[in-house]
């Protein structure tokens, strides 16, 4: 069965730090894709950032970058020069792609607070 | 970015009510999705749509339902509202070129 895990509840970052956020992942099925999602207490979920698992590099959208390591099966988000409104809850989801529903998983997430 | 409303925000009801939680998007997505998500917790999969007149349930088991007369309005409708629906719903629908999911502002019920 797919599975998303999360191992950090909580983090702390200095303003205009640089963070790290963990995500791992559990399929047999070759073809899946990855998602971060934030959430502000607005409760929105806002999309971040998304990699395919045959994807050659790396995907970046501005700040946000996601480490992707497919034989450790780890999708770690890096947010560089972090903001104040960067505070939020911050999830990982994974979608299989080759799967006959290609409904998304999510992790627990992990709770993002940014010092000022 | 994904134009995807949900009304209303916030609900407060008591126990039997019946309510219906509206979502809709105007991107002409095929796919749709409703999420429970406890305060500080994951998301669950309630019910799923592929299209018109398709509704399947999701992974967490839900005495929800939903309806999907037209592509653009999936709501959900619960027929005897408990204190355990209490959590937030979301609503989402699956950009067809990048196969992302978009997510609307969400529904806060709250059930006394």
């Known amino acids: 069965a797919q599975k998303i895990t999360q191992t950090q509840p909580g983090m702390f970052v200095q303003e205009k730090e640089a963070v790290t956020l963990d995500c791992t992942y559990d399929?047999?099925?070759?073809?899946?894709?990855l998602f971060w999602y934030k959430q502000p207490s607005s409760g929105e979920m806002i999309f971040l950032i998304y990699?395919?698992?045959?994807?050659?590099q790396n995907a970046t959208e501005g700040r946000y970058s996601l480490n992707f390591q497919k034989a450790r099966k780890s999708a770690n988000l890096v947010i560089s020069a972090s903001q104040l409104g960067d505070s939020a809850m911050y999830f990982c989801?994974?979608?299989?792609?080759?799967?006959?529903?290609?409904?998304?998983?999510f992790g627990k997430g992990t709770k993002l607070s940014v010092k000022p | 970015e994904a134009d995807i409303y949900q009304t209303p925000r916030y609900l407060v009801i008591g126990t039997g009510k019946k309510i219906t939680l509206e979502c809709s998007q105007t991107?002409?997505?095929?796919?749709m999705y409703w999420y429970q998500q406890d305060p500080g917790m994951e998301l669950h999969l309630i019910h799923y749509?592929?299209?018109?007149?398709?509704?399947e349930k999701g992974d967490l088991s839900s005495e929800s339902t939903v309806s999907r007369i037209r592509t653009e309005h999936f709501p959900l409708t619960l027929e005897s509202a408990r204190p355990s629906h209490t959590s937030q719903y979301l609503c989402?629908?699956?950009?067809?070129?990048?196969?992302?999911?978009?997510f609307g502002p969400g529904t806060r019920l709250l059930v006394l």
């Open positions: 991107m002409g997505h095929d796919k």
């Open positions: 399929t047999s099925d070759p073809s899946y894709g």
């Open positions: 990699q395919g698992s045959y994807d050659q």
């Open positions: 989801a994974m979608r299989d792609i080759g799967g006959s529903q290609g409904n998304l998983i």
């Open positions: 989402a629908s699956r950009d067809r070129v990048r196969e992302t999911q978009y």
């Open positions: 749509s592929y299209g018109v007149n398709s509704t």
